[in-house]
């Protein structure tokens, strides 16, 4: 293939934190750098529907993505950066309705046609109720606004990908290659399926809509498994949408697909080795060429501590053009094909995973595979199989189960710790602008705008056009979801937990039984623990398997899912009696949300019990947990649950009668 070279894959790096202006600006300075599309972090009251000035989203504004509350912040976002010319990926899904509403408007302001936005909404709302949890609507409603989202986008901007089919969520709520596989391709078929009965589509046109339907993936550390997965993933949706779907046409068959990699293993100690990890990871979507990957953002180094710096944005753009632009690797067709081995493993993958799509069918399809807690119970296993593995040291992993000893890291000797902390006053700015905002509007367009989304979404007429129509006049991006929540309802999906298989009588767990067996015979009755999830993160992973350890461990448990409020949570735990109350927090908003939480106890007589808390908790921020009255908290370095097990029962047994 000498003199021929091809076109590398799109270099993204998903960003987003504080203010739209902030946000703003470090896209601006990552297109500099060589970046060549952007990939769009909101934070959790955006995606959830909330505007900065909710309840619910105090302490979460701007912490794990950029607020964007209505179209001011969204032309703020991409200020200077022309629309038309770009390629923009936004990570959104019950709300990717409005946010794509929002970027239209914007889109249009600047002057250009809707034809000529190019770009991804991820709107994969099924895998939201099976990991990340930023649902809002039950099934049936949320299945309605993505068939509106893919029969607009067809029509009106024929260059966007409407829905990202996200399989990188699942591999980090545990699914194994072939449950991403499987899950993946029953939310394509799911999809699918109701684009063809919603009737917004003639059948002439069903091969576009197929051929705009793009997949986000995970790529793990078992290098050889991952390339097999995505040779696999080829293959299985060209069959997919040649046999159930009738396509003929193979461009429309292809296979498209972004990828970041995976995230899950980056670890906290010796977090330089993560650098090793990305890169590793990285090559699985790229080397085999017949399966690679159309885009790539690659996470930083840091990403277990905290937030990443521009710079560390930049080290891992860096690794992204010395691969595309410094090695041959562009340069050859597809180094896989022939190899017996690859050719072996993807067979196998293949005919697992067909398998699993065969009793998902059976099910009813995703949806009902949803509804029964199927897919979610069976990720919540293979969690905890995984964790299990890392416990026992049958799964290595390098500086946090094998090879500790270290010297200090020099990546995290500065005095910001070797990550950004999102300024404090962000968040009241972001408030101040909403009031001024809601000030200067037009009311009367306000509300008609809102009147019409409301009809719509009452008599079936396509949410898109009256949802643009709502970002012209100015509505938030809480009073468009108000407005459906109304509407539609909203949705507690199954935990998983209850029916997840236990890990029996493992030989670690048989002294945490018996120790749980005798405090709870000193207090009088059952160790009870409640879990519980305060805020909007809806990343319950680690939530779960505590759950499910508390559970085998022999204690009670108390778990009832995402998005609780502090208050909800202290109720909780007064009503049922707790001995102990365990939060877990990922956004970064856990000192807003705890202090919350522990002032309500005591107010409510229930100081004595003790409060653990769990999540990417920076040095600093542990102190100020424990000086307001946490009792232990657990980061990732914490990676042994039986351990914490057993000092949960410690803590419980010297509070004694108190926590009863």
């Known amino acids: 293939m000498s003199g021929h070279r091809d076109k590398p894959w799109l270099i993204r790096t998903y960003s987003g934190h504080s203010t739209a202006a902030a946000s703003n600006a470090l896209y601006r300075t990552n297109l500099k750098r060589g970046q060549t599309g952007l990939s769009v972090a909101f934070d959790l009251p955006t995606q959830t529907g909330y505007d900065s000035d909710h309840p619910l989203a105090r302490g979460e504004v701007g912490k794990v993505g950029v607020p964007v509350c209505h179209l001011g912040d969204m032309k703020t976002l991409f200020d200077g950066i022309p629309l038309g010319e770009m390629n923009t990926s936004m990570t959104i899904n019950a709300t990717a309705p409005w946010l794509l509403a929002l970027y239209i408007a914007a889109a249009e302001q600047q002057g250009a046609d809707r034809a000529q936005l190019a770009g991804t ?33 067809y029509r009106e901007v024929p260059k966007w990908n409407p829905m990202n089919v996200c399989s990188y969520h699942l591999q980090e709520a545990g699914a194994t290659p072939v449950q991403e596989l ?26 576009q809509v197929v051929g705009r339907i793009s997949f986000f993936v995970n790529a793990g550390i078992r290098f050889v498994t991952e390339l097999c997965k995505m040779r696999a993933f080829t293959y299985l949706w060209d069959q997919i949408t040649r ?36 890169l590793i990871e990285m090559l699985a979507v790229v080397l085999s060429k017949d399966a690679r990957a159309r885009a790539v953002q690659l996470p930083a180094w840091n990403e277990a501590l905290g937030l990443p710096r521009p710079w560390d944005q930049q080290w891992s753009l860096r690794l992204q053009q010395i691969v595309a632009f410094e090695t041959d690797l562009l340069e050859y067709g597809d180094l896989f094909n022939g190899s017996h081995v690859i050719d072996s493993k993807v067979e196998e993958l293949m005919a697992e995973a067909l398998d699993e799509l065969a009793r998902i069918d059976a099910m009813g399809g995703a949806i009902a595979a949803v509804e ?87 008599d079936g007429r396509n949410i898109m056009e009256p949802s643009i129509r709502c970002a012209h006049a100015g509505v938030t991006t809480g009073e468009w979801s108000a407005v459906l929540r109304g509407v539609f309802g909203e949705y507690r999906a199954p935990t ?23 405090v709870s015979e000193r207090l009088g009755r ?19 398997q505590i759950a499910v350890r508390a559970r085998d461990a022999g204690m009670e448990v108390v778990y009832e899912g995402i998005r609780l409020t502090p208050a909800q949570i202290v109720n909780a735990a007064l009503e049922e009696g707790v001995h102990v109350v365990g939060l877990s927090i990922l956004s970064g908003s856990h000192v807003a949300l705890v202090t919350d939480v522990l002032d309500r106890m005591r107010r409510l007589g229930l100081g004595e019990i003790p409060v653990v808390v769990g999540g990417i908790i920076p040095p600093e921020d542990e102190r100020t947990l424990k000086a307001a009255g946490v009792a232990r908290v657990y980061t990732p370095k914490d990676y042994d649950l039986t351990a914490i097990m057993d000092d949960i029962v410690s803590l419980v047994d010297e509070r004694g009668e108190q926590a009863a």
């Open 121 to 153: 909404t991820q709107n994969d709302i099924i895998k939201e109720y099976l990991s990340r949890g930023t649902y809002i609507f039950p099934p049936e409603p949320s299945m309605r606004l993505t068939t509106d989202m893919i029969a607009f986008t």
């Open 526 to 544: 059952r160790i009870k623990m409640l879990v519980g999830k305060p805020g909007l993160d809806g990343h319950s992973n680690g939530a779960e």
């Open 496 to 518: 998983g937990v209850g029916k997840a298989a236990s890990t029996g009588g493992a030989d670690s767990l048989a002294t945490v039984r018996e120790r749980v067996t005798e």
């Open 372 to 458: 029964s807690s199927y897919m979610k119970q069976r990720l919540v296993e293979s969690n905890t199989r995984r964790l299990a593995a890392i416990e026992a040291g049958e799964q290595i992993v390098v500086g946090v189960n094998k090879f500790t000893e270290s010297a200090p890291s020099p990546l995290t000797a500065g005095d910001d710790g070797g990550f950004l902390a999102v300024d404090p006053q962000a968040e009241a700015d972001q408030l101040a602008r909403l009031e001024a905002w809601r000030a200067a509007r037009n009311p009367a367009d306000v509300e008609a705008a809102l009147a019409d989304l409301g009809e719509a979404a009452r």
């Open 243 to 278: 046999d159930r779907y009738g396509i003929e046409d193979q461009q429309f068959r292809r296979f498209r697909y972004g990828v970041q990699v995976n995230s899950l293993g980056l670890t906290e100690p010796q977090p330089e080795n993560n650098v090793y990890r990305i």
């Open 182 to 207: 499987a899950f993946a391709l029953a939310t394509a078929c799911a999809v699918l399926d109701a684009v063809k009965a919603s009737g917004q589509v003639p059948a002439e046109d069903f091969p």
